[in-house]
């Protein structure tokens, strides 16, 4: 999705407005029981709980694409991946009103989220101590206007409708007891354990939006962290195969590019590399139509010979990233390498440089020793001591 897409989503989130149409919850407990489920008409809620309900949903569409949200295919072979398209379908259609899919769902969710806790759990006894979960899913349909050449939006003219689901998987965790101001008796007095509602660790959009229509080849899964993909909860769910986080894929692609590279890896190279992603990514952003950028074997090569590497090596790269993601595989390019950040590291010394100044750092080999150079404009300070 681009980010006209994901704005077009996010205002359909502003509490000063009633666009969703039905909100439906189930509370379970750690070992998967159900203590509550509920139907609310989101018409009929009060504003405050509308609010809170609203900024749950908002944190389905944070974070970076191709690492907290990422896209999943559906329908893509014959069989179990078509149920799961033609179940998420009966609920957008349906805006959540189809109670025997309702059912099925959270059937597949509380299996896979109680899978989850119980693998992250040591014992049965961690297993029933662990938060309990709620799970929310929130039913909307969007009249999208036509688009003028100019690709704005023309407000007298409806083309189509869109509708969707939002699912929200929120752990609930205890407080303890507390003294806390009662306004009531205007006094300190004793408060008892409660449960409250965190930020969900995962959640999903179906079906995800494409140039302002819908893909129903695809959700996007959104995880709070990056380095978990919730297997468990793909593969019920969507019946797919799990998705690789980023951190893996980084991590991957670092050891291809050192494997690779070898002798020609040097502070240069993933310098340029660097500088070249970061223009890519930046341009990137500023295009509000464009897709995530996501970078292929191909892609990968001609970033390195523009980096300096020789054809050889290069070769030998695009070889690397075949075998680890296929030769049509394509990976984001936050996933490639950081950013936002340049540091370079020894076993003893780390040194973090604004990534728009990393041509200030360098190596240089003196006496026999190999040194990292950092050129010091301005003043020089140690431990906030300014020194000469």
């Known amino acids: 999705m681009n980010q006209r897409d994901l704005a077009t989503l996010r205002r359909r989130l502003n509490p000063e407005n009633r666009f969703p149409s039905l909100l439906r919850g189930c509370y379970l407990t750690p070992e998967g029981e159900i203590m509550s489920a509920f139907v609310k008409e989101v018409a009929a809620l009060p504003q405050d709980e509308y609010e809170k309900y609203l900024a749950i949903f908002k944190k389905i569409y944070s974070g970076t694409q191709g690492q907290n949200m990422l896209p999943v295919p559906l329908g893509t072979n014959a069989g179990m991946e078509d149920e799961a398209q033609q179940l998420l379908l009966r609920l957008s259609n349906s805006s959540l009103r189809d109670d025997e899919a309702i059912d099925l769902l959270f059937g597949q969710v509380i299996e896979s989220v109680h899978a989850e806790a119980e693998a992250r759990a040591q014992s049965i006894d961690e297993t029933r101590k662990a938060d309990n979960r709620l799970v929310l899913l929130l039913g909307d349909t969007i009249d999208l206007r036509h688009r003028r050449s100019d690709g704005e939006e023309d407000p007298d003219r409806s083309e189509t409708q869109f509708s969707y689901i939002l699912c929200a998987v929120c752990p609930v965790k205890p407080t303890k007891p507390t003294l806390a101001w009662c306004a009531d008796d205007q006094d300190f007095v004793a408060k008892p354990e409660n449960w409250t509602v965190s ?26 962290s990056a380095e978990n993909t919730h297997e468990g909860f793909v593969r019920k769910v969507f019946q797919c195969e799990p998705l690789q986080a980023a951190d893996d894929q ?5 050891d291809v590019l050192t494997t690779a590279l070898a002798e020609e890896c040097s502070l240069d190279v993933v310098q340029a590399v660097h500088e070249q992603l970061t223009v890519m990514l930046a341009e990137q952003k500023e295009d509000k139509q464009a897709e995530p950028l996501q970078l292929s074997r191909k892609d990968m090569r001609e970033v390195l010979e523009g980096a300096g590497v020789s054809q050889e090596k290069a070769e030998a790269f695009e070889q690397g990233f075949t075998d680890a993601f296929g030769s049509y595989g394509q990976i984001p390019a936050v996933n490639v390498m950081p950013t936002r950040q340049y540091k370079v590291s020894t076993p003893d010394v780390t040194i973090t440089v604004a990534p728009d100044k990393s041509e200030l750092v360098q190596t240089r080999m003196i006496d026999g020793l190999r040194y990292i150079l950092i050129r010091a404009e301005g003043g020089v300070e140690v431990n906030g001591i300014p020194v000469v």
């Not at 980084?250 to 670092?254: D, F, G, K, L, Y």
């Open 199 to 224: 930020s969900p660790e995962m959640g999903f959009l179906f079906p995800a939006m494409e140039e302002g229509g819908a893909d129903i080849g695809c959700a996007m899964l959104y995880t709070k």
């Open 250 to 254: 980084r991590s991957t692609v670092q």
